[in-house]
T-cell receptor, first 115, second 115 residues
Framework: AQTVTQSQPEMSVQEAETVTLSCTYDTSESDYYLFWYKQPPSRQMILVIRQEAYKQQNATENRFSVNFQKAAKSFSLKISDSQLGDAAMYFCAYRFPNAGNMLTFGGGTRLMVKP | DGGITQSPKYLFRKEGQNVTLSCEQNLNHDAMYWYRQDPGQGLRLIYYSQIVNDFQKGDIAEGYSVSREKKESFPLTVTSAQKNPTAFYLC??????????????FGNGTRLTVT
């Protein structure tokens, strides 16, 4: 079974600085998809960024970027120029092919942003 | 605007009673999902449905039941057989597995408390 591990239950960052959230996963598949979701206090799940395993180039979305290390099965999220609105729970998720669109989620990292 | 509506936002029930959580989407998505969220455990898949009149068990289906009579609706019933029903429940939908990188769209969730 696939597992996703987020080893940092909580992280904090100073406003305008950079923070990296860690995620590792276990799979025997070679083709899969990885996602980071954000859950603010409203508890709405919001897609932050996605990465296809067959792409070597790391995905970026404005201030958000990933460091995808396929051999190490690592998928970290970097948030640059942190803003107060970035404070939330962040979940890493894995999707394996031919499984509909089901996701396996990590346990989450709570990010606090200090003004 | 298109989206996913979960109702009610908060639900309280006595132990031993069945309760049904509503999930409606107007995104014309084929696939729908139910996730359970407990503190520190991320999201776990309860049931999913890829087409009308068809659904499959997820990782933690015991004590739950679903129906998919209409494309727009995927209600979840928490039965008295569910040993620890108090949790936050999230409904999601997506295009049917294609394109495979399509993200899940989530509702705002229902907080169920059973005493």
């Amino acid at each position: 079974a696939q597992t996703v591990t987020q080893s940092q239950p909580e992280m904090s960052v100073q406003e305008a600085e950079t923070v990296t959230l860690s995620c590792t996963y276990d799979t025997s598949e070679s083709d899969y998809y990885l996602f980071w979701y954000k859950q603010p206090p409203s508890r709405q799940m919001i897609l932050v960024i996605r990465q296809e395993a067959y792409k070597q180039q790391n995905a970026t979305e404005n201030r958000f970027s990933v460091n995808f290390q396929k051999a190490a099965k690592s998928f970290s999220l970097k948030i640059s120029d942190s803003q107060l609105g970035d404070a939330a729970m962040y979940f890493c998720a894995y999707r394996f092919p031919n499984a509909g669109n089901m996701l396996t989620f990590g346990g989450g990292t709570r990010l606090m942003v200090k003004p | 605007d298109g989206g996913i509506t979960q109702s009610p936002k908060y639900l309280f029930r006595k132990e031993g009673q069945n309760v049904t959580l509503s999930c409606e989407q107007n995104l014309n998505h084929d696939a729908m999902y139910w996730y359970r969220q407990d503190p520190g455990q991320g999201l776990r898949l309860i049931y999913y449905s890829q087409i009308v009149n068809d659904f499959q068990k997820g990782d933690i289906a015991e004590g739950y039941s679903v129906s998919r009579e209409k494309k727009e609706s995927f209600p979840l019933t928490v039965t008295s057989a569910q040993k620890n029903p108090t949790a936050f429940y999230l409904c999601a939908s997506s295009m049917r597995a294609s394109p495979p990188r399509s993200p899940l769209h989530f509702g705002n969730g229902t907080r169920l408390t059973v005493t």
